[in-house]
């Protein structure tokens, strides 16, 4: 039962161009969401977060979005670069528990961007 | 650097062969993980810990036991390897706030990549 989905393996987009990554999640107490980014051979690095009272967070050139209603978040990198060729990982949580923050990853997204 | 450091970064193992992954990070987190991640699966949880001698079981914890003596470490035990626990294996830390309303994400380290011949 995958509760976080990523239902794109991967993703082609121009330089220059917005690049939009999506991910569903079926579990309503989920309150933090966060996107990794992963280059290969190397560990994921946290790249943006939004928590569910909020419903945009902007960080420079990314902005995570945040529909409860629809359980939907997206990523946009705008403009897109060759250095944002990696994968993708969109995750969430349900908040503290005893001392942990549980995250449940999507399947990541492959994302490529062309000269 | 600081951060979290996994060994070895790459191992291959027989069937039934049994080995620690290594996980030391020096931030001083009281959360610390492990996950692998397999094609089309993303990351699953094996078995986490929120401080020394407290922890608990993931979503995969199957195959393999874990420990926290110290706050920096955190090995994964693989008590007699199976080609089903051929995977890329990741350890991520996180620090606790005191009041819980933030978090901010895992550290993780750059994963140990396991065959299982």
């Known amino acids: 039962d995958q509760q976080v989905k990523q239902n794109s393996p991967s993703l082609s987009v121009q330089e220059g161009r917005i690049s939009i990554l999506n991910c569903d999640y079926t579990?309503?107490?989920?309150?933090?969401f966060l996107w990794y980014k992963k280059y290969p051979a190397e560990g994921p690095t946290f790249l943006i977060s939004i928590s569910s009272i909020k419903d945009k967070n902007e960080d420079g050139r990314f902005t995570v979005f945040l529909n409860k209603s629809a359980k939907h978040l997206s990523l946009h990198i705008v403009p897109s670069q060759p250095g944002d060729s990696a994968v993708y990982f969109c995750a969430a949580s349900d908040g503290w528990v005893q001392g942990a923050q549980k995250l449940v990853f999507g399947q990541g997204t492959r994302l490529t961007i062309n000269p | 650097n600081a951060g979290v450091t996994q060994t070895p970064k790459f191992q291959v193992l027989k069937t039934g062969q049994s080995m620690t992954l290594q996980c030391a990070q020096d931030m001083n987190h009281e959360y610390m993980s492990w996950y692998r991640q397999d094609p089309g699966m993303g990351l699953r949880l094996i078995h986490y810990?929120?401080?020394?001698?407290?922890?608990d079981q993931g979503e995969v914890p199957n195959g393999y036991n874990v420990s926290r003596s110290t706050t920096e470490d955190f090995p994964l035990r693989l008590l007699s390897a199976a080609p089903s626990q051929t995977s890329v294996y990741f350890c991520?830390?996180?620090?606790?706030?005191?009041?819980?309303?933030?978090?901010?994400?895992?550290?993780f380290g750059s994963g140990t990549r396991l065959t299982v011949v």
């Open positions: 991520a830390s996180s620090y606790y706030p005191p009041d819980e309303t933030t978090f901010y994400g895992y550290t």
């Open positions: 579990n309503s107490m989920f309150d933090y």
């Open positions: 810990s929120v401080g020394a001698g407290i922890t």
